[in-house]
């Protein structure tokens, strides 16, 4: 996958340019960053007694992964093998017209994101979609998105899903990328339920920035 301007005419109207590309490792502490500060809105976005009950959920989900032998590891260390090292998953960051990291999404064949898919599989799925405060509501999240899903399409995926107990970002995922709700997971590492969406693929016309 090549960097790409994923907004066309962005110049033409005073916005600024998102590019989508490729993780590489010099982008690990920066993706890293990002991600833990999205688990701070997934507390705040959910409100009330539940934001309470959220806080030790995403305080062990940021201490298990930024651990030494965890897949984000400290500053991001790890990323660069666990994304980098095997077939079979993609992980994408955006970036605007100062060239710093704004936002990362990676993007798995199968729905496990520690595990090979099984031979056969025509499932993808979508982990860690995060974009730094300041550049939100400015359509990084969406062309995150969509070049994920262009890259599950190219995997030869019927569908794609993903899991969030952010009710903004559940939100986005069903009125901006049209997104079903086909049930709840239970994730016993947290533990909690977690509602799983799913897009089908299959016949869908590809993104217009291809």
């Given at each position: 996958m090549d960097a790409?301007?994923?907004r066309a005419g962005a110049d033409e109207?005073?916005?600024p340019s998102i590019i989508i590309r490729p993780f590489e490792p010099r982008d690990s502490a920066a993706v890293a960053a990002i991600w833990v500060g999205g688990l701070q809105q997934t507390i705040d976005s959910t409100g009330g007694l539940m934001s309470l009950l959220m806080q030790p959920a995403m305080a062990w989900l940021k201490?298990?992964?930024t651990a030494a032998d965890g897949d984000v590891g400290p500053d991001g260390a790890n990323l660069a093998a666990h994304w980098c090292s095997h077939d079979g998953r993609q992980m994408l960051v955006a970036t605007m017209d100062s060239g710093v990291v704004?936002?990362?999404c990676g993007v798995i064949r199968g729905t496990d994101e520690k595990k090979s898919a099984p031979t056969g599989c025509d499932v993808c799925s979508v982990w860690r979609l995060s974009v730094t405060e300041t550049a939100r509501r400015r359509g990084v999240a969406m062309a995150l998105m969509r070049a994920a899903e262009d890259w599950a399409r190219k995997e030869g995926a019927s569908?794609?899903?993903?899991v969030t107990g952010n009710p903004i970002a559940?939100?986005?995922?069903?009125?901006?990328?049209?997104?079903?709700?086909p049930g709840w997971r239970w994730d016993q590492n947290l533990p909690r339920y977690d509602m799983w969406f799913e897009k089908k693929l299959n016949g869908l016309q590809k993104s217009s920035h291809n």
């Open positions: 790409r301007d994923v109207d005073g916005s201490r298990s992964a704004v936002g990362c569908s794609i899903r993903l559940a939100t986005f995922y069903v009125e901006r990328m049209r997104y079903e709700r």
